[in-house]
């Protein structure tokens, strides 16, 4: 009995490790193959890669021949307010100033604030307000914060709240304590996303804007500097803004905005200005789900030109969320990064500038996109991932920093649309002189000057001629579009 045990152990093991054996060559094989795999699918991503630095899915032509990233560090001043966040137009409102607490909660999780200055901001007085608003506003606005009756007045879209006075010395005061910094010139960026609104007229309350602090912060640039570049990327037309200095040629304003039957129905590309402001009104009227292709190019070629013409002394962006992809009240399908790459843009041409807040009323992107873009003002990169904060729950499902455009969206706005835009505006700017009323002084002694030198930057990184503004959405093959489909009357 043990030895028939003992052979049939010994023929079983036998048996086991031919088996073995046997299996071994085709699993070392399998494994070979799945090793040849993925070392040619890394080398085609490596190759990948290459090409796309070479054709590069943002164009670097309008870019005065730097890198959108400069590898130069940047003074960086944030200013924050923390009883912002407390106020509330009414439960049901889509502005929710909450969004600025979101912001600041992910800025600080992330680090951030260690890079920079953080500043607390100093609310603007009632005679800081009346420099642009007129003084039966401020009282109406006076009026109607002291009212405690559930039956308010206003409007579905400015509704009188208890405490409104007090947040438009909030949101005034953080823009204007922006603009004081910006004039010691100390700082290179200042950051101050609770400011943006850019609908509010002297006289009255417009889209969810009391107070124009835009314009109050350009009013006190306008002390030190000689001429203020206002940038809006807003998916709405900065109407108050450029009706605030429609007749001037010492502020120019640029709009990126949706157009047609769309709040607030203005900005038509044929609204350039009047008296001494002719053609220092820009607008640039876009048709629904632009994406970042279309939206960057365009952006530079516009940019680059006005830089290069214009010559601002100072740049004031307004960085409005709602241009991004998924919005409550937006139409546009930019992702964050594309969002953010027009930021990087106007970060490289290395003019004291002051980014501020806007529009953006799906609240956790909006947090995502100027917690990016102060990463951007940084030069400092942030993880995808975010980090755990109090409002971690709000980013779920994908608790990710980075917002894809919509894969569903079909972009209105055609090839053909494009080019006749960007050709337009050039040829506006092409015949601008610069302002008259400040004496422009030689590159070599002021400050405030161009980022550029003509004489040097013509071989390389130059900003395109009149006759290659047809060409710049012809090269880029990638560009998507539907020509034809909006004619301008």
């Not at 401020?138 to 947040?167: H, M, N, Q, W």
């Not at 570049?229 to 502020?251: K, P, Q, S, W």
């Not at 940019?303 to 002394?313: A, C, G, L, M, Q």
């Not at 980013?395 to 706005?413: G, Q």
């Amino acid at each position: 009995l043990l030895f028939s045990t003992a052979v049939l152990k010994s023929v079983f093991t036998w048996g086991i490790d031919i088996f073995l054996l046997n299996l071994y060559v085709p699993v070392s094989w399998i494994s070979s193959v799945l090793c040849l795999l993925s070392e040619k699918l890394v080398n085609l991503r490596l190759n990948e890669m290459d090409a796309l630095e070479k054709h590069e899915v943002f164009p670097t032509k309008f870019n005065f021949g730097s890198k959108t990233t400069d590898d130069y560090k940047k003074r960086v001043v944030y200013f924050s307010d923390d009883t912002i966040g407390n106020f509330s137009f009414t439960s049901r409102h889509l502005m929710k100033p909450f969004r600025a607490a979101m912001t600041d909660s992910l800025v600080q999780s992330y680090g951030l604030t260690q890079c920079m200055k953080v500043m607390k901001t100093e609310w603007a007085s009632e005679d800081d307000l009346k420099v642009f608003h007129t003084n039966e506003y401020i009282e109406a606005i006076k009026v109607a914060t002291k009212t405690k009756s559930k039956k308010r007045g206003g409007d579905a879209d400015c509704p009188e709240f208890f405490g409104v006075l007090e947040y438009c010395r909030a949101v005034a005061g953080s823009s204007l304590s922006s603009a004081r910094v910006m004039n010691a010139r100390t700082s290179d960026i200042i950051i101050n996303w609770n400011g943006g609104m850019h609908h509010a007229k002297s006289y009255e309350a417009s889209g969810f804007c009391f107070i124009n602090d835009i314009v109050l912060a350009i009013l006190e640039l306008l002390k030190v500097y000689d001429r203020v570049l206002y940038v809006d990327i807003d998916c709405h037309h900065g109407d108050g803004v450029e009706e605030a200095f429609y007749t001037t040629n010492r502020v120019m304003t640029v709009s990126f905005h949706k157009y047609g039957d769309f709040f607030p129905g203005s900005g038509r590309l044929e609204d350039i200005g009047l008296d001494e402001g002719e053609k220092y009104a820009v607008n640039v009227p876009l048709n629904s789900g632009i994406g970042d292709a279309n939206y960057v190019a365009l952006f530079r070629m516009i940019i680059t030109k006005i830089v290069e013409h214009f010559r601002p002394s100072a740049i004031v962006m307004q960085c409005g969320a709602d241009s991004l992809a998924h919005d409550r009240l937006g139409c546009f399908n930019l992702s964050v990064s594309g969002h953010g790459e027009c930021v990087k843009f106007v970060r490289s041409l290395q003019i004291p500038l002051m980014l501020l807040g806007g529009g953006g009323y799906s609240l956790h992107n909006v947090a995502r996109c100027w917690t990016y873009e102060t990463s951007i003002a940084l030069d400092v990169p942030i993880s995808n991932d975010l980090p755990f904060h109090e409002y971690y729950n709000f980013y779920s499902p994908s608790f990710k920093l980075h917002l894809p455009a919509a894969k569903n969206v079909l972009d209105m706005n055609g090839t053909r649309y494009l080019e006749y835009i960007g050709k337009y505006i050039c040829e506006n700017i092409r015949s601008l002189e610069h302002a008259p009323s400040v004496e422009i002084k030689d590159d070599k002694n002021s400050e405030s000057s161009s980022p550029r030198k003509d004489s040097e930057d013509n071989e390389s990184g130059s900003p395109p001629e009149d006759s290659e503004l047809l060409e710049i959405f012809e090269e880029n093959e990638w560009l998507p579009g539907i020509d034809g489909i909006v004619h301008l009357k």
